[in-house]
């Protein structure tokens, strides 16, 4: 096992959510300067996902911030995310980083992509920080300390999640990736629905801030893509769980994919009756 830094108490898991804060604002404004450019050139990864300019300079900006904290943890970015699991299965506490989530959705400039950074600790996000760029709106949460939302120009405020409504539930769904599963899943509901469909991982933030009570995922996703929203849903008093109900966990096996998911509010509704 290697030398690990120790994971943080509550104190400095505060003060390090603040410096992360400012580090995802700071690669937000690098995708602005981007995003407001025509300068659009779209490359494929080798899982044939779109990579922009955009993602390599909020990448950079985030990996340069968080290695200058004094915290000193490895950093795991979508961008660099070549790193052997015999590597990575020694990390007790690591950053997991998605620099750019919703390529697609810059892309078509519809504005519906953020920057996510989670802290991981013994497979768990424990902090996360939810930015986006175009608004400037942000979540951002650590444990023992709550969830919490902040539109521009404004004091931050405490969000929780909803109890379920017995008249109509709110479906948040994926903007590029719904598909006919998420179609049954809601005529399995069997009581009025509204759809939310949106991108990057806006959709867990909106169950978090009582906007929406579930978010299924049925598709393929990374570990990055979810990291920062959990803790978000979680310190909100939400869920983000397999098909199982367990909560999802990170860097256990050698692939980066997530599972199937829900993300919920409230747990006394049987979500997996419905699956």
Same mark, same amino acid.
């Given at each position: 096992?290697?030398?690990?830094?120790?994971?943080?108490?509550?104190?400095?898991?505060?003060?390090?959510?603040?410096?992360?804060?400012?580090?995802?604002?700071?690669?937000?404004?690098?995708?602005?300067?981007?995003?407001?450019?025509?300068?659009?050139?779209?490359?494929?990864?080798?899982?044939?996902?779109?990579?922009?300019?955009?993602?390599?300079?909020?990448?950079?900006?985030? !990996?340069?911030?968080? @290695?200058?904290?004094? #915290?000193?943890?490895?950093? &795991?970015?979508? +961008?660099?995310?070549?790193?052997? $699991?015999?590597?990575?299965?020694?990390?007790?506490?690591?950053?997991?980083?998605?620099?750019?989530?919703?390529?697609?959705?810059?892309?078509?400039?519809?504005?519906?992509?953020?920057?996510?950074?989670?802290?991981?600790?013994?497979?768990?996000?424990?902090?996360?920080?939810?930015?986006?760029?175009?608004?400037?709106?942000?979540?951002?949460?650590?444990?023992?300390?709550?969830?919490?939302?902040?539109?521009?120009?404004?004091?931050?405020?405490?969000?929780?999640?909803?109890?379920?409504?017995?008249?109509?539930?709110?479906?948040?769904?994926?903007?590029?990736?719904?598909?006919?599963?998420?179609?049954?899943?809601?005529?399995?509901?069997?009581?009025? !629905?509204?759809?939310? @469909?949106?991108?990057? #991982?806006?959709?867990?933030? &909106?169950?978090? +801030?009582?906007?929406?009570?579930? $978010?299924?995922?049925?598709?393929?996703?990374?570990?990055?893509?979810?990291?920062?929203?959990?803790?978000?849903?979680?310190?909100?008093?939400?869920?983000?769980?397999?098909?199982?109900?367990?909560?999802?966990?990170?860097?256990?096996?050698?692939?980066?994919?997530?599972?199937?998911?829900?993300?919920?509010?409230?747990?006394?509704?049987?979500?997996?009756?419905?699956?």
């Amino acid at each position: 096992m290697t030398n690990e830094p120790s994971a943080p108490n509550t104190t400095a898991l505060t003060e390090l959510l603040h410096s992360v804060v400012t580090i995802a604002q700071l690669a937000g404004a690098k995708i602005m300067e981007i995003y407001a450019t025509d300068d659009f050139t779209v490359q494929k990864k080798d899982d044939n996902t779109p990579l922009t300019k955009a993602d390599m300079a909020a990448h950079h900006t985030i !990996v340069a911030g968080l @290695s200058a904290l004094p #915290s000193n943890y490895p950093i &795991l970015s979508e +961008e660099s995310s070549h790193i052997p $699991y015999q590597e990575r299965i020694q990390w007790q506490c690591y950053w997991l980083v998605d620099p750019l989530d919703g390529t697609r959705e810059f892309i078509k400039r519809n504005g519906e992509f953020t920057v996510n950074i989670a802290l991981i600790e013994a497979h768990r996000p424990i902090l996360g920080v939810v930015y986006v760029p175009v608004t400037q709106v942000l979540y951002y949460a650590c444990r023992g300390y709550g969830a919490f939302k902040q539109e521009q120009g404004q004091q931050p405020q405490r969000i929780l999640a909803r109890d379920c409504p017995s008249d109509q539930l709110i479906v948040a769904g994926s903007r590029s990736h719904a598909g006919e599963t998420l179609q049954t899943f809601i005529q399995r509901l069997n009581m009025p !629905v509204e759809l939310i @469909s949106i991108g990057s #991982s806006l959709k867990s933030c &909106l169950v978090a +801030e009582g906007k929406a009570d579930i $978010y299924p995922r049925f598709g393929p996703t990374s570990e990055w893509d979810t990291a920062a929203a959990q803790c978000i849903v979680e310190q909100a008093g939400g869920h983000l769980t397999d098909t199982l109900l367990q909560p999802l966990l990170y860097n256990t096996k050698d692939s980066l994919l997530n599972p199937h998911f829900l993300v919920f509010g409230d747990a006394k509704k049987q979500w997996g009756n419905y699956l």
